[in-house]
Each structure stands twice: as structure tokens, then as C-alpha cells.
């Protein structure tokens, strides 16, 4: 695809090369930018018919987009914004610096200007900060030809026709029809008579994160927003749900890698961004890790006496690093998909115990095994045999009691993934094999 605009624009083919722009996907055009200088975007750009053109734009990664606002005519950013969908031109304005904003701000009228004034309103991360505008309403007296006509009438601005939002006077949410049932219904049918009521609705307050359980939960691939007194205010598509899923799956992955979440991309955050964002988990983990060698030096005797223990050492914090990884992962991502509730509490701590039972017998004997024949000590493998039972209790404990802890504290639960519970684990795990080890050994 590359090789062949570029091949078109060393030609100076740019009737060859609208052809072809035209027949690609829009959400591909925009990678094609990453491989062209400033100029010959704008040319690839202004090759695009406007419908297109207004496609491959909300593509856009902000920093292009900025490069693109800056080259366009005022006029052409009129074009522009007047076809984009209001949740994307807030999107734009939300990124973009201030001098840019003013720009776009010029480009729109009052009335949208409003609009958009009031979304930015909303908080982050909120129902309300997502949605569109942009909806299809229709009353419930309007006959099955009426309501045809104005979807036909506004439908070429408005994201989402296939649920039409039928409303009171007050523009209270009643309920809904499709334009599937609208289609197959005959003309002089009244629309009161195709409602589905009670549909799955939002309120503009709501957590996005929330908001996008109930897109899975229902398979919607639109759902109304309303405000406290039931008045349609917006909805949120399906591809708006699909965005704030990929932010919120990024950012649980980078907490549970002991890292600040990052706003940006990985190479659009700078170096220092990058340090800032890890530093103090790594700092906080690095004293945390600090305790267990001092707690190894206060065992110096048990060591000088049985100088063996100390190679179990890894092997013990290891295993216990990964029980506990296992079990957090799976409590985490179950109390994501609301499959485990925080009052599941005893429920999942029982399962994860008898879990750990039988990992802790099995690693037993395995190493108990291991021991005989590689030592023939039977003291050394009991040591290593109930330290390694206990670590296992104890790390899926952990797991499965930590993240529950932080959902109940409203905390993120990822928060409380392998590195934390890492750490905590080395620490208990040495406390218990000295232990151990001085009782059986009399050491």
C-alpha cells in the first residue's frame, strides 16, 4: 500500500492516486501518513473525497491530527469539523493545545459550541464524557412512515440508526424500536404499538468502565444516556465502549506491572515519563526487598550451621511468587468481569485454599523426592517439603485477599498484583523456612 502511493506521488499520478485512496479502508490511510513527509500528507489529504476525508481524520492519532489542523485553510477545518460526530470533535478538542482549540472553536457554531461545553462538563472518565449527541428520536404518535422519513432526514448525521430513542414531550426516555422492526412493518402502523420498553440504559454520571460491562453484559451496540430525571442526553456506540476497554485493559496491565498508567502511546511517552511512571514502585519494591536480606542476616547461624538451606532459598520465593501471581491474576480479572463480587470473599478464599492443598501435597512430594535422592536427608526434605505446603497457603491467600481487600476499599485491584504480592511473599517465605528449619533441626 505504501509502495504503491509513493509510487503515485513520484509520478505526480494524483488522478491514479485518488482512485486508489478512495477504494482503501479509512482506518488504514492514516498509517500510510506515518511513512510520508508533512507536504505530501496534506496532498494524500486533500485527494480524499470530504466524506473520506472526515473518516480518515477521527482515525487520526491527535498528533497528526494537530500537524493536519494546522495546514488546513480555515474553510477546510469547517469541512472537517461540521461532518464529525460530537463525541469526536470533543475527543479533538480535549487533545489538542489551546492555540488549536481556538481554531476549531471558530469552525462551530453556537449551538454545537453549547453542546460541546457541556460534555466537556462531565467528568473524566464518566457516561457522560463518551457519549454523542447525535441520536435518532422519534414520539410515540408518529406512524411507521414518519418515523422512516426523519431517519431518512437527519440519519446522515446522526452515528448510530439502527436504534431509534423514542421519547415524551419532555424528552423522557419511554423506550425503543429498531429499524429492523421499522422496515418490516407496514407504513400506517403507530410506533407506540413497536416500543420495547425498559431498555438497558446508562446515567450520565456513571463510570465508562461500567458503562462498557453493560455493552458485554446485554450485547448492545448502542446504549441511551439519561439524566437524573430520565431525559435522553446522549448515547454511547459501540465503538466508543471498544476505545475505553482497550484504556482500561492498558492501564490495569501497567498497574499490575508495578507502573503508573501512562496517558500516551509507548513511543508518544517521553524517556522521563517512562522513569517517573516506574520509579517509585521499583523504589517502594527495592526496600520492601531490602527487609527480606535483613531478615536472612538475622538466620546467619542457621545457615553457618546448615549451609544447604540457603541454595532452597529462590526456589521457595519463586514458587510462592508465582502461586501468588496465579491466583491474583485470576481474582483480578474475575472481579473485572463482575464474575466474583467482593462479598464472594469466603466463597473464593475456601476454593483458592483447597486449590493451594493440592498444589502444596503435589510440590511436596515431588521435592520431598528430589531431596532423598539428591541428599538422602530426610530432615532437609521435611524442612523444604512444609515450607513450600505453607508458602503455597499462604501466596494464594494473599492472591485471592488482596485484590478483594483493594475492590472493597474502591481501590483498583490491580494494584495488588505480582510485584506487590511478590515482595510480601519472599519476606513470609524466608520468616517460615527458618523457622521451620530451627524447629525440626534444632538448629
Known sequence: ?????????????????????????????????????????????????????????????????????????????????DELFMDDTVDLIEEM???????????????????????????EDSAGSIMTTEFIDLKENMTVNQAINKIKKIGIDTENIYTCYVLTMTRELIGTVSLKDLILTDDGVIIKDLIQKNPVKVNTLDDQEDVVKKFDKYDETALPVVDKENRLVGIITIDDAIDVLQEEVNEDFEIMAAMAPSEDKYFKTSVFTHAKNRIVWLLLLMISAALTGGIITNYENAFAAVPILVSF?????????????????LIIRGLAQDEIKTKDFLKA?????????????????????????????????????????????????????????????????????APLITTIVDTCSVLIFFNVALLIMNI
Not at 54 to 66: G, H, L
Not at 313 to 329: H, K
Not at 355 to 376: E, K
Open 349 to 417: 478464599w475456601w476454593k483458592e485454599i483447597r486449590v493451594a492443598v493440592l498444589v502444596g501435597i503435589a510440590l511436596f512430594i515431588v521435592n520431598t523426592i528430589r531431596i532423598m535422592i539428591q541428599y538422602n536427608n530426610m530432615q532437609l526434605a521435611m524442612v523444604v517439603g512444609i515450607t513450600l505446603f505453607a508458602v503455597v497457603l499462604l501466596s494464594k491467600s494473599l492472591g485471592c485477599i488482596l485484590p478483594m481487600i483493594a475492590k472493597k476499599l474502591k481501590l483498583d485491584p490491580a494494584i495488588m498484583a
Open 313 to 329: 532459598i529462590p526456589m521457595l520465593m519463586d514458587t510462592g511468587g508465582n502461586c501468588g501471581s496465579q491466583t491474583s491474576t
Open 97 to 123: 493545545p489551546a492555540n488549536v482549540v481556538k481554531r476549531i472553536l471558530k469552525t462551530v457554531n453556537n449551538d454545537d459550541r453549547k453542546i460541546i461545553n457541556e460534555l466537556l462538563n462531565y467528568p
Open 1 to 81: 500500500m505504501i509502495k504503491e502511493v509513493q509510487e503515485y506521488m513520484s509520478a505526480k499520478n494524483f488522478s491514479k492516486l485518488k482512485e486508489y485512496l478512495e477504494v482503501l479502508n479509512s482506518a488504514d490511510i492514516p498509517l500510510l501518513f506515518d511513512n510520508l513527509d508533512e507536504e505530501q500528507i496534506i496532498i494524500v489529504y486533500r485527494l480524499l473525497s470530504k466524506d473520506k476525508a472526515v473518516e480518515v481524520f477521527a482515525y487520526m492519532e491527535s498528533d497528526m491530527q494537530e500537524k493536519l489542523i494546522n495546514a488546513l485553510t480555515d474553510k477546510e477545518l469547517k469541512e472537517v469539523v
